[in-house]
């Protein structure tokens, strides 16, 4: 599943008339980005949830003859329902006997997908996340087994589960790269969640909910990788410039914003 539905207001003017997941990076928007690596990890079946502009995503997958994979659109478009909400939603899509690779379209990153896949399959949890140290305000806490213990806003100081002492011994403080794996399992508990959460929720809460109760674990690749954020004009820059190796000469942002 490819996170596409999020409106993206950090990365206006773009996103004034475009779906964050059409921003290109070396002249190829992030969402075909996505895709291509999914494809590539031999993944034929997706969902995009669409929210913000959905038709341009429809009408992009559609005169791209949807990349040679069989991909189905998950319509957020009356409300968005963030992470958490977005998957449950997509669940008719998803439901079945294998893993799901959930990936933001707006992460732009070249870790082996396949690498992560066979770590979650050997060892069977609720959910795999792509988390590595890197600066951000939310940061998760994995024990020694790699196993989700607990979350701090590095901000304001709290705290998840209540009760949670990020100085305990053991613990690596790590960031979420908006990648993660889950079980088929996720679904009939997700759905108990959402009875006293809502529609609307983020999958973070719900994963640190779990502790205790199911299996969440970290993965960091054994290889050095890159990974960006593209949220911002400056961040999408940024993304740019770490790939113009492999993208060869790209126009700047902002003479590329229009173009598809």
């Known amino acids: 599943m490819i996170f596409a539905a999020g409106v993206g207001s950090r990365l206006r003017p773009f996103t004034d008339s475009h779906p964050k997941a059409l921003a290109p990076v070396g002249g190829k928007p992030m969402l075909r980005r996505v895709i291509e690596k999914m494809t590539a990890a031999g993944i034929t079946r997706i969902v995009v949830n669409t929210h913000h502009f959905p038709g341009q995503i429809t009408a992009y997958l559609e005169a791209n003859d949807y990349f040679g994979a069989d991909i189905v659109v998950s319509d957020e478009s009356r409300a968005l329902l963030d992470t958490g909400g977005g998957l449950l939603h997509a669940r008719r899509f998803l439901d079945g006997d294998e893993p799901v690779v959930v990936h933001n379209a707006d992460i732009l990153t070249d870790f082996n997908i396949v690498e992560m896949l066979h770590r979650h399959l050997s060892e069977n949890p609720l959910a795999t996340l792509l988390a590595f140290p890197r600066p951000s305000s939310r940061q998760l806490y994995f024990d020694s087994a790699d196993d989700l213990r607990g979350w701090e806003n590095i901000n304001d100081g709290e705290r998840r589960p209540a009760g949670f002492d990020p100085s305990a011994p053991g ?13 088929p399992a996720i679904f009939p508990i997700l759905e108990s969640y959402a009875a006293n959460a809502g529609d609307v929720f983020s999958i973070i809460p719900f994963y640190l909910s779990v502790i205790g109760k199911e299996r ?41 914003a229009g173009k598809m």
Do not use: C
Not at 171 to 183: D, E, T, Y
Not at 232 to 249: H, I, N, R, W
């Open 171 to 183: 613990l690596s403080r790590l960031a979420f790269g908006g990648v993660h794996i889950i079980s």
């Open 216 to 256: 969440v674990k970290s993965f960091h690749p054994s290889e050095s990788f890159r990974w960006h954020d593209i949220g911002t004009p400056e961040k999408l820059a940024a993304a740019e410039q770490s790939f113009a190796s492999d993208y060869g000469v790209m126009p700047k942002f902002a003479n590329s």
